[in-house]
């Protein structure tokens, strides 16, 4: 089964819950909350810089943890984002153009490599990317979130989501998400990471972010065409190209003009 969405895999595996018996189920259940919750443990005064964890049953639609420590995250009570309504609340907290790469591109691609795996190898694979969240007080927080998957034996569907969520706000200043999964593998018990995938989004492009000038100027470019020869093909002077370059550059938060080109051609402005 492959979903075409985060929204929609909620809503399938709530209506075609595969599980083990509901023996196993409980004790599974418990371990997860049991393990989890160490975090919870540390002296209040860390509480502002220690990750925040959360779990997720697929099965169940359910946000079945959260640590208190959400609080000194972004500002809402943990009990708010509890049980069915839970992941409704928290998503409504997340940029909504973030959101829509998180559902429609990034989760998707998660769960296309997780059913690749054999069911052995799924705890062996971390999944991790940034997005914008608006805080109690209104202002917004770029989070960072980590997490993996407990996985049906057979059929490699999520049974259970275990994340934390860090804030990095001081260190993610441009608007794009980056998105990584990367295999861990242990050697003489210390933890080794191999990357499997990295990607960036840009969730606030748009058609109409660059002018048609602009436009015409980075297909030109795309194509191959020197800086000298945009020139004379437009009829503008080099000046005039050098300073449309500048604009597209902090327009696409770019540094080099390749950088703008690839931006552009991922999210069909040209």
Do not use: W
Request: with cysteine; aromatic share 10%.
């Amino acid at each position: 089964m492959h979903f075409n969405s985060f929204v929609e895999a909620i809503i399938q595996l709530r209506n075609n819950a595969n599980s083990t018996n509901d023996s196993d189920e409980s004790k599974l259940h418990e371990e997860i909350i049991n393990r989890t919750r160490f975090l919870d443990s540390s002296p209040s005064f860390m509480a502002h810089v220690m990750p925040c964890t959360f779990i997720y049953d697929y099965r169940k639609s359910e946000m079945v943890y959260f640590s208190p420590s959400v609080l000194h995250l972004i500002g809402v009570e943990n009990t708010t984002l509890l049980g069915s309504n839970g992941i409704i609340r928290f998503m409504d907290l997340i940029n909504p153009n973030d959101f829509k790469v998180y559902n429609e591109q990034i989760f998707p691609k998660d769960m296309e490599y997780l059913h690749s795996l054999p069911f052995a190898e799924t705890k062996e694979v971390t999944f991790s990317n940034n997005f914008r969240v608006k805080q109690g007080n209104g202002l917004s927080k770029t989070l960072l979130m980590k997490k993996l998957f407990i996985t049906h034996p057979e059929t490699r569907l999520p049974l259970y989501e275990l994340g934390v969520l860090m804030d990095i706000s001081s260190f993610k200043k441009e608007l794009s998400i980056t998105h990584t999964i990367e295999r861990v593998y242990k050697v003489n018990d210390v933890a080794s990471y191999k990357n499997v995938v990295t990607e960036d989004y840009f969730p606030e492009m748009h058609a109409n972010i660059l002018s048609p000038r602009e436009k015409e100027i980075l297909t030109h470019l795309s194509r191959g065409t020197k800086r000298k020869e945009v020139g004379v093909k437009l009829f503008i002077t080099d000046n005039t190209v050098a300073n449309h370059i500048k604009t597209i550059l902090r327009k696409t938060n770019s540094q080099i003009i390749r950088e703008a080109i690839a931006i552009c051609k991922m999210n069909g402005i040209i």
